[in-house]
Structures are given as C-alpha cells and as structure tokens.
C-alpha cells in the first residue's frame, strides 16, 4: 500500500541546518507530487513547499523562501526538504503528503501522509 516515512528530525539550535527526508514506498514518486507541510501546537498545518512530478518545479512559502530546498530522487523514490538558517518559528511537526497531478500548498488536497516528524529549533 501507499506509504510515506519521514526522517531528519531532531534539535538544533537557531542558524543551523537539518535535512528531512519523505521515503514512499507502494507506489513510483515519478507520477505524483509532493508536499512539505508542518504543524505546530495550536496552530493549524500549513504548507512549507511542494514538488512537481512532471518538471521537478517548485513552490516554498514566503517564511521559508531563500531558507529551505526542496527537491527529488525519483530513483531511490525520495523527496528532501533542506533547512538552513533554521528559526524558532520553525519548530514544527513536518509532515510530507502526496497526490497524482499538480502540486498544491493545500493539506487538504493531499491523499496520503506521512506519520510526521518533530522538528525543534532551539537554544
């Protein structure tokens, strides 16, 4: 069946980078688009970026832009955000979540997800 596992999760202090990987298995990344979303307590989720699975284009939000890279490896079947420049404002539960088609910075668009993993920038 469909799955996505995330990755990469931990504690790091302000300014400093983590590297998140989404792994799918039952289905080829090839066909399907993939998003970077992240939820922190009391607030609702929120996209952070997403890849296209045609032309490997992307879209990051304005608080990440400049900060984190999204890309793809279809052929280990793998999407990784990269953060860099981390913030507090991070802090987070990243989940990834994909669907066929085009890619959207709506959770609700999505149709499978990850178990999500905690991120936390902190001093």
């Known amino acids: 069946q469909v799955q996505l596992v995330e990755s990469g999760g931990g504690l790091v202090q302000p300014g400093g980078s983590l590297r998140l990987s989404c792994a799918a298995s039952g289905f080829t990344l090839d066909y399907y688009a993939i998003g970077w979303f992240r939820q922190a307590p009391g607030k609702e989720r929120e996209g952070v970026s997403c890849?296209?699975?045609?032309?490997?284009?992307?879209y990051y939000a304005d608080s990440v832009k400049g900060r984190f890279t999204i890309s793809r490896d279809n052929a280990k079947n793998t999407v990784y955000l990269q953060m860099n420049s981390l913030k507090p404002e991070d802090t987070a539960v990243y989940y990834c979540?994909?669907?066929?088609?085009?890619?959207?910075?709506?959770?609700?668009?999505?149709?499978?997800w990850g178990q999500g993993t905690q991120v936390t920038v902190s001093s």
């Open positions: 979540a994909t669907r066929p088609g085009p890619y959207s910075m709506k959770p609700e668009e999505y149709d499978y």
């Open positions: 890849i296209s699975s045609s032309d490997g284009s992307t």
